[in-house]
């Protein structure tokens, strides 16, 4: 690769300096760059452009990019809210998850398919060390591979590899903070470890609200392995934030057509 890069190098000042004999008539290169001379001009222009060529194409953001936004809904750990009686009828509990998302106030476009990063139920992110290309047992997963994921306000949050996953050590862009009105809460219920794989505690299975149960959130203000898996020892009763309010949120990723 580093050889590669040499030789790209060395044909754009190749390519500079016969331009600059052609176009500057051998004048020093400072001279041509300031000179008045209209037919110069256009030439060091175009010098210009061939030094200044974009040597990190292979840095560069994917084709595809997607939304992601923390809900303005906090439903317990049974993920069950009053406000949205037809998802409590969803027995799996991820699509009762994505059900609140494809319905939250935040949804930017409801024309667009938004799922819950969640783990439970039929949904599984790794059961076991993933290759380069694919995760053990990974199932109705919702980050879509060699993605960027952006906030609504159109922030870089992360990039996910071939396995649709992120390093979360490292592969965290910026934090993602909750954009609606009111509090500044970021958990989010995750069931996640820090690798990925599923936690002990997801609430049951995400079928238990109750204060003595326990379940694993996220905080996606962080940009490392706590955005995955900051607490896994929360009351399922979603209410252990100030005065008793709700805490936790569904952190919601857009698919792709």
């Not at 754009?12 to 041509?32: D, E, H, K, N, V």
């Not at 110069?40 to 939304?67: F, M």
């Not at 199932?139 to 396995?163: C, K, M, N």
Request: aromatic residues 8%.
């Amino acid at each position: 690769m580093d050889v590669l890069i040499c030789m790209g190098d060395t044909v754009r000042i190749l390519t500079a300096i016969m331009l600059l004999s052609i176009g500057a008539g051998c004048t020093p290169f400072y001279a041509s760059l300031f000179s008045d001379n209209s037919g110069e001009s256009e030439t060091n222009a175009l010098l210009l452009t061939v030094l200044t060529s974009d040597r990190s194409s292979g840095n560069s953001d994917p084709s595809i990019q997607l939304r992601l936004f923390l809900t303005a809904r906090q439903p317990d750990g049974d993920l069950q809210s009053s406000s949205e009686p037809a998802c409590a009828l969803i027995t799996d509990s991820a699509q009762r998850a994505d059900c609140y998302c494809s319905n939250d106030p935040m949804n930017p476009d409801p024309l667009a398919t938004f799922k819950a990063m969640i783990v439970g139920g039929n949904r599984i992110a790794t059961t076991g060390t993933c290759s380069k290309s694919s995760c053990p047992g990974q199932q109705d997963w919702v980050l879509h591979p060699l993605a960027l994921y952006r906030s609504l306000s159109g922030e870089r949050i992360f990039l996910t590899d071939a396995t649709s996953l992120f390093d979360p050590g490292n592969g965290i862009l910026n934090p993602l903070t909750f954009q609606g009105n009111g509090g500044a809460s970021t958990e989010f219920w995750s069931g996640l470890s820090t690798n990925w794989s599923n936690a002990g505690n997801n609430c049951n299975g995400w079928t238990d609200g109750t204060p003595s149960g326990r379940g694993t959130v996220g905080r996606s203000t962080f940009a490392d392995e706590r955005f995955l898996s900051f607490d896994s020892n929360v009351a399922c009763e979603n209410v252990h934030g100030p005065g008793g309010s709700k805490v936790s949120r569904l952190l919601c990723v857009e698919q792709a057509l």
